[in-house]
């Protein structure tokens, strides 16, 4: 008995472990502390990271939805579509988003789109509103 139990709490440390990891601080050039630091783009910290994110695009494609919110923080909105298809909207700068995250913003900002398994397929830019 002592034996099942001591390989339990084996497990629920390692699980522990790996599962409550901190996010890294940077992901290639990009300084991803900055980045979550920034909410809602409101900062302009993100409009002087959008080279460094650019270069990361490949790194970021294929993660599931949760790891990306991991690295980036939680997303500015985030939108169901069709399909179980999901977004999250990150905005690169200030906008009337800053006031009300309700409205509808100008600012320039960057679309992640999560496919139906909740895996990133495909990075877009806007700069009009959604």
């Given at each position: 008995?002592k034996?099942?139990?001591?390989?339990?709490?084996?497990?629920?440390?390692?699980?522990c472990f790996f599962?409550?990891?901190?996010p890294?601080?940077?992901?290639?050039?990009l300084?991803?502390?900055k980045?979550r630091?920034d909410?809602?783009?409101?900062?302009?910290?993100?409009?002087g990271l959008?080279?460094d994110?650019?270069?990361?695009e490949k790194?970021?494609?294929?993660?599931f939805?949760?790891?990306?919110?991991?690295l980036l923080?939680?997303?500015d909105?985030?939108?169901?579509?069709?399909?179980?298809?999901?977004?999250?909207?990150?905005?690169?700068?200030?906008?009337e988003?800053?006031?009300?995250?309700?409205?509808k913003?100008?600012?320039?900002?960057v679309?992640?789109?999560?496919?139906?398994?909740g895996?990133?397929?495909e990075?877009?830019?806007?700069?009009?509103?959604?």
């Amino acid at each position: 008995m002592k034996k099942l139990l001591l390989k339990g709490s084996i497990a629920a440390m390692l699980f522990c472990f790996f599962a409550c990891s901190t996010p890294p601080d940077k992901l290639g050039n990009l300084d991803l502390v900055k980045w979550r630091g920034d909410r809602g783009g409101c900062n302009d910290v993100r409009a002087g990271l959008e080279k460094d994110f650019r270069s990361i695009e490949k790194q970021l494609k294929g993660k599931f939805a949760d790891d990306i919110g991991d690295l980036l923080g939680r997303p500015d909105i985030h939108q169901l579509g069709e399909r179980n298809q999901k977004y999250y909207v990150y905005f690169l700068s200030k906008g009337e988003q800053c006031s009300d995250i309700k409205s509808k913003s100008n600012a320039p900002k960057v679309i992640l789109k999560f496919n139906a398994v909740g895996l990133l397929s495909e990075i877009t830019y806007q700069s009009r509103p959604l």
